[in-house]
């Protein structure tokens, strides 16, 4: 829940945070859209298997 006033201090040009999670990890997904991520349909596959690609505007 820190991660964006963080990114707006330290990296002001900033205006959005991407990351990828395992498309098997649920949980993960979850915390991450109650934290204001937003699934943006793209799928990027890994070694470890398909990544849902997040984003999270600030």
Aim: no cysteine; aromatic share 8%; hydrophobic share 45%.
């Amino acid at each position: 829940m820190l991660l964006p006033d963080f990114v707006r201090n330290q990296f002001p040009d900033i205006k959005e945070i991407v990351l990828g999670v395992n498309q098997k990890n649920l949980p993960a997904q979850a915390l991450y859209e109650k934290a204001g991520f937003v699934a943006n349909g793209r799928i990027l596959q890994w070694p470890k298997g398909p990544q849902n690609i997040l984003m999270l505007s600030i």
